[in-house]
């Protein structure tokens, strides 16, 4: 790779971290062995094509263009969490899967039942991520933080809801959500 492709790659992987909080690549590969994949796979329950997975993965392309495939990413990565934490197994993983391949999309805030609590609800952790994919898609977190900036002496709070959920951590996101509860 020339000095050229190798900065294009790099700059792909930084875009990647601040919409998606990590790089492609890193996310995908956790995804593919915490639920026991190979890239066809995932590439098959995500909706893309394979060379669309292996460039998304190796920084050749930043991002990811449909919201539907946004929204699978975030289904797959609450079930790895839920295979990991044994509250469903590999069988069941293996059907979620496959409901989760069928999913359309929607709105960004949709109530998917495969990311719900036991009560139904959707996870604290599935709505901060819907809240920050959402804001990251409008914007780069750059320009999220540039506008928090002008917002801050007029609207505090306003300005550090997008400093939170449109450019932080997702920890620190549903530790501000969890703080305004009730």
């Known amino acids: 790779m020339d000095a050229v492709q190798q900065e294009a ?7 990647q971290r601040s919409w998606y909080g990590e790089p492609l690549g890193a996310l995908f590969r956790r995804l593919i062995d915490d639920l026991g994949l190979n890239q066809a796979r995932l590439a098959a329950v995500l909706g893309l094509s394979a060379p ?12 990811i263009g449909n919201p539907a495939v946004v929204q699978r990413v975030q289904a797959l990565q609450d079930l790895a969490g839920q295979v990991a934490d044994g509250s469903v197994s590999a069988a069941e993983a293996t059907d979620r899967m496959d409901e989760i391949k069928k999913t359309q999309g929607g709105s960004v805030l949709s109530n998917s039942g495969q990311t719900t609590t036991g009560s139904g609800a959707p996870t604290v952790k599935r709505v901060v991520r819907e809240i920050q994919s959402l804001l990251r898609s409008v914007s780069a977190a750059g320009d999220i933080i540039d506008a928090a900036d002008s917002l801050a002496p007029s609207h505090p709070e306003l300005a550090e809801f997008l400093r939170v959920y449109g450019a ?15």
């Open 9 to 15: 790659t790099a700059r792909a992987r930084e875009l």
């Open 52 to 63: 669309m997975l292996s460039q998304l993965m190796s920084g050749q392309r930043a991002k």
């Open 168 to 182: 932080g951590r997702t920890a620190d996101a549903v530790a501000h959500y969890e703080s305004h509860q009730n």
